[in-house]
């Protein structure tokens, strides 16, 4: 049930929206199926948007 006053969040633009990639290893599990893999993606941590507003740590001062 998503509700209706969720705010909208913009997609992250790294994944486009997809945060998380299966990757097939090549390997295969004793019952036969593939073993995948999962990448989640780094920038939004796999929520598939991005936070409205930046973390404070995210501005660095690189002083002279
Ligand atoms: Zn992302």
Known sequence: MMPD???????CRH???????HI???????DGTHVTLRAVCPACQGTGHTR??????????VGR
Do not use: N, Q, S
């Open 24 to 30: 097939t290893a090549g390997t295969r599990h004793p």
């Open 5 to 11: 006053h969720a705010p909208t969040l913009p997609i």
């Open 52 to 61: 409205p507003a930046a973390p404070a740590h995210a501005v660095v001062r």
């Open 15 to 21: 994944c486009d929206g997809f945060p998380t990639v």
